[in-house]
């Protein structure tokens, strides 16, 4: 049973870069959550909806997991699941039947069994689509990264789930890692990030695998990113700096050769921080309950937009020899493919 709707949240309107204003209001709820479980419905098979199946119905999982359970999970029929073969899709299967998870074969069977919905599936590009059901049946939608192949893509998703009133929310995992959240922001000075960057041909370059570094860049510098430049591209690696106000850069290294792994430095008025080590999903998956009983996104909109919007500038910086593109111009583009 859904909570009635006793507010929405004003619109909220913010000024990126040289002036590109857009407005995206969601409903906030108040009343308190229900007694009986929050029951989450899934779209698609991958090491996402397997872990977190895992994490929301083990019996000890926790008083800060408490109130949601993952109930049942629909795997679309010719979804591209670019990074998984089919024996690893069965074992995904296997560990999400374990868990308790029934496994339907519609939508409609999903969206019937659940109160929220998770969308799993690994591929950005069949994301509008699948929200859409969710959205329709006024479902709040935790949808996994890549939100959607490119920066249009994403507009277009926020766009549709702000006129029909419907909360979402998005985010790494590598947001949440231990020491990260306990930075002060108004004394971060620089930053810089890196994690593994694999490439898909038919996704805008870091949306990929590369967001799991910029993500955390924008947890420590905060939104408000004005430019962006990308430094270095090449078979091995990419190396984009951001500027920010007040001289602030913070950079982020996409590995592709060599070791790899996720981290970075933060560099504060009177500290120099070593970002923890990422330790699994557990983290995220609070805030995803949190967003569950709350309908309230725990990272705004719009910083989720400008996350996306620099990894496009990015794209385009590199495409144009390594000039400065910026952030506002780069989400005032975007908009114009969608009308």
């Not at 870091?206 to 860049?217: D, N, R, S």
């Not at 923890?276 to 909109?301: A, E, M, N, Q």
């Amino acid at each position: 049973m859904y909570l009635k709707r006793r507010k929405f949240l004003k619109k909220t309107i913010q000024t990126v870069g040289a002036g590109i204003a857009g407005a995206y209001a969601f409903p906030a709820f108040s009343a308190p959550v229900p007694a009986a479980d929050i029951r989450v419905g899934v779209v698609g098979l991958s090491v996402h909806s397997a872990a977190f199946s895992k994490i929301l119905n083990d019996p000890q999982k926790g008083a800060d997991l408490e109130g949601c359970r993952i109930v049942a999970l629909y795997h679309p029929k010719g979804n591209p699941d670019v990074d998984f073969t089919p024996e690893q899709l069965a074992g995904f299967e296997k560990e999400i039947r374990a868990a308790g998870v029934k496994i339907v074969a519609s939508m409609d069977e999903m969206l019937a069994l659940s109160d929220v919905v998770m969308i799993e599936t690994n591929d950005g590009r069949p994301h509008l689509a699948e929200v859409m059901p969710a959205f329709k049946a006024g479902k709040p939608v935790y949808l996994d990264k890549p939100v959607a192949e490119n920066l249009a893509a994403v507009l277009k998703i926020y766009d549709v789930a702000a006129k029909m009133k419907i909360p979402v929310f998005t985010s790494s995992a590598l947001r949440y890692v231990d020491n990260l959240s306990k930075i002060d922001k108004s004394q971060v000075l620089g930053a810089d990030t890196y994690s593994p960057a694999a490439l898909e041909k038919s996704h805008t370059d870091l949306f990929w695998y590369g967001i799991h570094a910029v993500e955390p860049l924008f947890t420590a510098m905060g939104a408000g990113c004005k430019e962006v430049m990308q430094v270095q591209h090449s078979d091995g690696e990419d190396v984009v700096a951001g500027f920010w106000d007040r001289d602030r850069v913070g950079t982020v290294r996409g590995i592709r050769n060599g070791k790899r792994g996720f981290g970075g430095t933060v560099f504060t008025e009177k500290d120099i921080i070593t970002l923890d080590t990422f330790t699994g999903y557990r983290s995220l998956v609070v805030h995803i309950v949190g967003f569950f009983k709350t309908k309230v996104p725990p990272v705004p909109v719009e910083e989720t937009i400008e996350i996306y919007a620099f990894m496009e500038a990015a794209m385009e910086s590199r495409k144009n020899g390594g000039v400065k593109v910026s952030i506002a111009d780069t989400i005032r583009k975007a908009k114009a493919k969608n009308h």
